[in-house]
């Protein structure tokens, strides 16, 4: 058996020390806020440096992880973590904090650079990123039950992430070193559905923007305008990331049975209506039956916007672009949470964020129709003038898994390039018969169309 399910569950357990801090961001704004005597827009400010910092560490380490092996990158990467939101956890002026917040966040970032290029090889890494979401949201879920009850100002949140990161150390020793040389650097060329391809990565960034400035700032909205404790919303943000894993887990089950488009326009929408709803909320019901909404669905819509970046190239080049992308979004989100909330209240940032959020599904829907968001249907696959694939499968006897099933996604075809053969050395040496008889008994099967 390979070694790959063992592997698993340090990779899960590195994914959840670098996710944390956006799980907790929240509590991290609101704590800054109200402990460290900052105003509601430094408080997004610092979260944003903290998530840009991790989107950085992301970009440097795109495509290099396996030149460095997982073990040294994700050891480096939770050291950083440790000292830097340790330090901001010990640190009582506000230059420190902000110093130590950007320090961990390179350190959380490294972390999910690593794990994601190792859930990425696994046999199955739609299991494994399922179980690195259910780690970390169970890990944020039992903290935001358990910080409020402690106290601890802005130290708690920053001290927990820390203690996190240590405990996950030890299974760094069986991740993989570095990878044997050799390895082929993929071929240039022309990025496909160009046109495409840029939608979509400007949607994602303002479309992760709106989701993340609502969760940089859904603290502040249950305690200052809905009247909540820190409890009721610390309790409220538990069951909500425990409604995400319930969707993530939905989005599995449904897979493409609806293509991508049914479950990104609509989803979306679903999503814009839960945004105005929290941000609005003047009471427990509202705010939690927003929040809940909202993160049930947010999970699902993010996982097919990624299999539609990677549909639009075979090579992967589109899913970084968008991804890296929807990272500045994630970056940029809090700050302007925090920006809105001030100059326009609570009500007034819901209706921006959530038309924002409307005028980017229908580009991004479009996308999906015309290129990744079609089902494996009879007639989706043809060849020149024939019929469709599924069709003469069900009607000539085709062997049984030959063809893809209904509802399947479809498939990419890859281009092969051959060299030029030149017409006057065509003979009949040039052809054999296919498969191992060929090269041992060089079959003359072609001999009467070789010489033509």
């Known amino acids: 058996m390979s070694s790959r399910p063992r592997a698993a569950w340090p990779l899960v357990a590195v994914f959840t020390a670098g996710y944390l801090a ?6 991290i704004v609101g704590r800054l806020s109200t402990c460290l005597g900052l105003s509601a827009a430094q408080a997004g400010l610092v979260g944003s440096a903290l998530l ?7 970009f440097t380490l795109a495509g290099r ?5 997982s073990r040294r990158p994700a050891r480096v990467g939770l050291l950083l973590a440790v000292v830097g939101y340790g330090s901001s956890a010990l640190a009582g002026s506000v230059p420190l904090v902000v110093m130590g917040a950007v320090l961990g966040g390179l350190g959380s970032g490294t972390a999910t650079a690593v794990a994601a290029s190792g859930i990425a090889a696994q046999r199955d890494p739609h299991r494994t990123s399922s179980l690195g979401l259910l780690s970390v949201s169970a890990t944020a879920g039992a903290l935001y039950l358990t910080i409020p009850h402690l106290g601890g100002g802005h130290r708690l949140p920053f001290a927990s992430i820390a203690l996190v990161a240590l405990v996950v150390w030890p299974t760094t020793a069986r991740l993989g070193g570095p990878a044997a040389r050799g390895a082929t650097a993929p071929t240039a060329g022309r990025l496909p559905h160009r046109r495409s391809g840029l939608v979509l990565a400007g949607g994602m960034l303002v479309w992760s923007m709106a989701q993340n400035a609502l969760w940089g700032v859904s603290s502040r909205i249950g305690v200052v305008q809905a009247g909540l404790s820190e409890v009721t919303v610390g309790a409220v943000f538990a069951a909500a990331l425990g409604a995400g894993l319930l969707g993530v887990m939905g989005a599995g089950v449904l897979g493409a049975r609806l293509g991508r488009a049914v479950p990104i326009g609509l989803g979306t929408v679903v999503i814009a209506a839960s945004i105005v709803m929290s941000s609005s909320a003047r009471g427990l019901g509202s705010f939690a039956t927003g929040e809940i909404s909202w993160n049930t669905v947010y999970p699902v819509v993010l996982s097919y916007l990624i299999g539609l970046a990677a549909s639009l190239d075979v090579r992967g080049r589109w899913a970084v ?16 949470g925090s920006v809105l909330s001030e100059t326009a209240g609570y009500p007034s940032m819901g209706l921006i964020l959530g038309a924002a959020t409307l005028l980017v599904a229908a580009p991004v829907t479009a996308v999906a129709l015309h290129t990744g968001g079609r089902p494996l249907v009879p007639g989706s696959v043809r060849r020149r003038g024939g019929a469709p694939a ?7 006897g085709t062997l049984s898994g030959a ?3 209904m509802g399947s996604p479809e498939q990419a075809v890859t281009e092969i390039s051959m060299p030029a053969l030149r017409r006057g050395r065509l003979g009949r040496s040039a052809f054999h018969a296919a498969g191992p008889a060929g090269a041992a008994g060089q079959s003359n099967s072609y001999a009467s169309t070789s010489d033509r």
């Open 22 to 27: 956006a799980y907790l961001l929240p509590t």
């Open 52 to 58: 840009l910092s991790s989107a950085t560490a992301g």
């Open 65 to 69: 992880v396996e030149r460095y092996g």
């Open 321 to 336: 672009l968008a991804g890296s992308a929807s990272s500045v979004g994630v970056a940029c989100g809090p700050v302007l």
């Open 390 to 396: 599924a069709v003469l499968a069900a009607t000539t």
């Open 403 to 405: 063809v893809p099933r």
